[in-house]
């Protein structure tokens, strides 16, 4: 079970990697943050826009209010300047005055009652005559009444309390006139229903609403009259004290307000409509569209993406599947996509390189065997028949002369040089090992020529573990002894110094020989770097730069009767 659900880990690990996945995915995302985006810069757009509409719908609303009741104002002016110009009539005689009260109040349905008042308040005349007044002291005196002399006023709206048994809601228009020389003041009650009926049916939204202030900001109408009662404490009248008409949002940006004043009256409209809750619609609206949109873009970007993202990645792919050849070692395997212009020179380029390693591998081939040849006459220059027949025979000769130490002391040198020389077929030693190659050959050589020379060895301990291929210092003694120290008369001196050179580690090989020429050191030189020449020099130089690169090798300095110095340079590992 556990190995099931790790290969499928891994499956779909493979998967999420898969640049055909990564291009659907990123195509996915791209187009779903583009949406989630436009769709939040669409509800910005749209909650403005809601907002311009929500004010320009309040405020057409509360203007058609405001020409409605403007329009009823002017018709009562008419009615009461109508009853003003009859009573007005010189002709008229007192006792025609109720029989014209009666008859203007029949000609106008939304008439109440029409009263004529003395100058102390008393009611003397009225209409309908129906009507029992009530005993009251004056008319003046009621809180609706506006005592203002040579115009119309019109009160505010309240319940008629003129007559017994009658409690109807009532707007008072109120104006002096002058009968047969006498000061009368003209009261006209209209119907106040009418109106109210009219703003009760006014709606701004689902739940909006109209209501009437006057001229000192006092609540005079609301389509609840409880909020009338209370002195409107439901209201926030503070916020539209000072407005001019026109249109508003409340400081908790909840709702509109337009206002809306009535010329005659000085009255305003207020309307009021619940932005929340056009808002809140709106946004369920958009978010139901915005989601089916989303759901179908999304699918046909997510088709699409699939396709493009396959379109693309296929060339990719069948790519990846030639270069897995070569985990196969199989380098006879091209490439030819030609899709797009990027893969094309990507094809190209991995057909070239194919071709490149095959002719490198052909190269590393050929230098390996030469490599190997070059090793193996190494080995052979070191353990050839001459050399050992030699150091065999002065290991006889010393032993018949009884010379068993140094017999023995030639014996050990000897084993030790053929085993460090073998080193179980390993191409690399420590320098250590080097430098104590290069002693048992010096130890043996010193036997042999009876001390004709004398040796030194010195290294740095810091570099004595570092790497190095080996048999490179035995060919540049050999030479030093052959020819250089063998012709002399005097005993010669060999140094070897083995010196830690920051990056690179120098092993200098230094004899007081014959030395050589000018032109003898070049013919080294120029054979160092061929194909032609011996073994000895040109052996190492070579096997150094194959091992390490070119920037190391072997430098000879020489002059002659002055001796000869071998610097072989080596990496600092």
């Given at each position: 079970m556990l190995n099931s659900l790790k290969r499928i880990g891994i499956q779909w690990s493979k998967k999420i990697k898969s640049l055909q996945v990564i291009l659907a995915l990123s195509l996915s995302v791209l187009t779903i943050v583009t949406i989630l985006l436009f769709s939040i810069f669409l509800s910005v757009i749209f909650k403005d826009t809601?907002?311009?509409h929500s004010k320009i719908t309040t405020l057409q609303s509360v203007?058609?209010?405001?020409?409605s009741l403007t329009n009823e104002i002017e018709t009562m002016n008419g009615t009461a300047y109508g009853i003003l110009d009859e009573l007005k009539r010189t002709?008229?005689?007192v006792n025609q005055i109720s029989e014209l009260l009666g008859t203007s109040f029949r000609l106008n349905r939304n008439v109440v009652s029409v009263s004529l008042l003395d100058q102390k308040g008393k009611i003397t005349h009225y209409a309908p005559s129906q009507y029992t007044p009530k005993e009251m002291e004056t008319v003046f005196n009621q809180r609706w009444f506006q005592n203002e002399s040579e115009r119309i006023t019109v009160s505010s709206p309240h319940v008629q309390n003129l007559f017994e048994k009658n409690h109807q809601w009532v707007l008072s228009m109120t104006t002096p006139v002058t009968i047969q020389s006498k000061q009368y003041t003209l009261l006209i009650d209209y119907n106040f229903n009418s109106l109210g009926s009219y703003f009760n049916?006014?709606?701004i939204g689902k739940r909006g609403y109209s209501f009437i202030l006057d001229d000192k900001n006092e609540l005079i109408y609301h389509p609840k009259q409880r909020i009338i009662q209370t002195n409107a404490k439901e209201e926030n009248l503070t916020f539209v004290k000072d407005k001019s008409d026109g249109v508003y949002i409340t400081e908790d940006q909840k709702n509109t307000i337009a206002v809306a004043t009535i010329p005659s009256t000085g009255w305003k409209i207020i309307g009021v409509s619940y932005l929340t809750d056009s808002l809140n619609e709106a946004i369920v609206d958009i978010k139901k569209n915005t989601l089916w949109i989303f759901l179908i873009v999304f699918s046909l970007i997510l088709v699409m993406s699939i396709s493009v993202s396959k379109y693309?990645?296929?060339?990719i792919t069948n790519m990846v599947k030639v270069m897995k050849n070569v985990n196969e070692n199989k380098f006879d395997v091209y490439t030819h996509e030609n899709r797009f212009t990027e893969i094309q020179q990507l094809s190209g380029s991995y057909n070239h390189l194919i071709d490149q390693v095959k002719e490198l591998m052909v190269q590393v081939k050929d230098e390996q065997e030469g490599l190997r040849k070059s090793e193996m006459n190494v080995l052979q220059a070191q353990i050839n028949p001459h050399f050992l027949y030699n150091t065999l025979e002065s290991i006889l000769w010393m032993s018949e002369r009884g010379n068993n130490k140094g017999a023995s002391e030639m014996v050990a040198a000897l084993g030790k040089l053929l085993r460090i020389s073998l080193n179980k077929g390993n191409h690399m030693i420590p320098i250590s090992q080097e430098l104590a190659h290069a002693q048992s050959y010096l130890t043996i050589q010193q036997i042999r020529y009876k001390n004709q020379f004398h040796y030194t060895i010195e290294a740095d301990e810091s570099i004595l573990v570092n790497p190095t291929i080996k048999i490179i210092i035995q060919p540049f003694l050999e030479n030093?002894?052959?020819h250089g120290i063998e012709r002399m008369i005097d005993e010669g001196n060999?140094?070897?110094?083995?010196?830690?050179?920051?990056n690179k580690i120098l092993i200098e090989i230094k004899d007081d020989g014959i030395g050589m020429s000018l032109?003898?050191?070049?013919?080294?030189?120029k054979g160092m770097d061929s194909k032609k020449g011996g073994i000895g020099i040109r052996n190492v130089h070579q096997r150094i730069q194959m091992y390490f690169g070119k920037e190391y090798g072997v430098e000879i300095k020489s002059e002659l009767d002055l001796g000869t110095t071998i610097n072989i340079w080596l990496p600092k590992a």
């Amino acid at each position: 079970m556990l190995n099931s659900l790790k290969r499928i880990g891994i499956q779909w690990s493979k998967k999420i990697k898969s640049l055909q996945v990564i291009l659907a995915l990123s195509l996915s995302v791209l187009t779903i943050v583009t949406i989630l985006l436009f769709s939040i810069f669409l509800s910005v757009i749209f909650k403005d826009t809601l907002v311009n509409h929500s004010k320009i719908t309040t405020l057409q609303s509360v203007k058609q209010s405001s020409i409605s009741l403007t329009n009823e104002i002017e018709t009562m002016n008419g009615t009461a300047y109508g009853i003003l110009d009859e009573l007005k009539r010189t002709e008229l005689q007192v006792n025609q005055i109720s029989e014209l009260l009666g008859t203007s109040f029949r000609l106008n349905r939304n008439v109440v009652s029409v009263s004529l008042l003395d100058q102390k308040g008393k009611i003397t005349h009225y209409a309908p005559s129906q009507y029992t007044p009530k005993e009251m002291e004056t008319v003046f005196n009621q809180r609706w009444f506006q005592n203002e002399s040579e115009r119309i006023t019109v009160s505010s709206p309240h319940v008629q309390n003129l007559f017994e048994k009658n409690h109807q809601w009532v707007l008072s228009m109120t104006t002096p006139v002058t009968i047969q020389s006498k000061q009368y003041t003209l009261l006209i009650d209209y119907n106040f229903n009418s109106l109210g009926s009219y703003f009760n049916k006014v709606t701004i939204g689902k739940r909006g609403y109209s209501f009437i202030l006057d001229d000192k900001n006092e609540l005079i109408y609301h389509p609840k009259q409880r909020i009338i009662q209370t002195n409107a404490k439901e209201e926030n009248l503070t916020f539209v004290k000072d407005k001019s008409d026109g249109v508003y949002i409340t400081e908790d940006q909840k709702n509109t307000i337009a206002v809306a004043t009535i010329p005659s009256t000085g009255w305003k409209i207020i309307g009021v409509s619940y932005l929340t809750d056009s808002l809140n619609e709106a946004i369920v609206d958009i978010k139901k569209n915005t989601l089916w949109i989303f759901l179908i873009v999304f699918s046909l970007i997510l088709v699409m993406s699939i396709s493009v993202s396959k379109y693309i990645a296929h060339p990719i792919t069948n790519m990846v599947k030639v270069m897995k050849n070569v985990n196969e070692n199989k380098f006879d395997v091209y490439t030819h996509e030609n899709r797009f212009t990027e893969i094309q020179q990507l094809s190209g380029s991995y057909n070239h390189l194919i071709d490149q390693v095959k002719e490198l591998m052909v190269q590393v081939k050929d230098e390996q065997e030469g490599l190997r040849k070059s090793e193996m006459n190494v080995l052979q220059a070191q353990i050839n028949p001459h050399f050992l027949y030699n150091t065999l025979e002065s290991i006889l000769w010393m032993s018949e002369r009884g010379n068993n130490k140094g017999a023995s002391e030639m014996v050990a040198a000897l084993g030790k040089l053929l085993r460090i020389s073998l080193n179980k077929g390993n191409h690399m030693i420590p320098i250590s090992q080097e430098l104590a190659h290069a002693q048992s050959y010096l130890t043996i050589q010193q036997i042999r020529y009876k001390n004709q020379f004398h040796y030194t060895i010195e290294a740095d301990e810091s570099i004595l573990v570092n790497p190095t291929i080996k048999i490179i210092i035995q060919p540049f003694l050999e030479n030093a002894l052959y020819h250089g120290i063998e012709r002399m008369i005097d005993e010669g001196n060999i140094s070897i110094k083995a010196m830690d050179k920051k990056n690179k580690i120098l092993i200098e090989i230094k004899d007081d020989g014959i030395g050589m020429s000018l032109e003898a050191i070049q013919e080294i030189e120029k054979g160092m770097d061929s194909k032609k020449g011996g073994i000895g020099i040109r052996n190492v130089h070579q096997r150094i730069q194959m091992y390490f690169g070119k920037e190391y090798g072997v430098e000879i300095k020489s002059e002659l009767d002055l001796g000869t110095t071998i610097n072989i340079w080596l990496p600092k590992a």
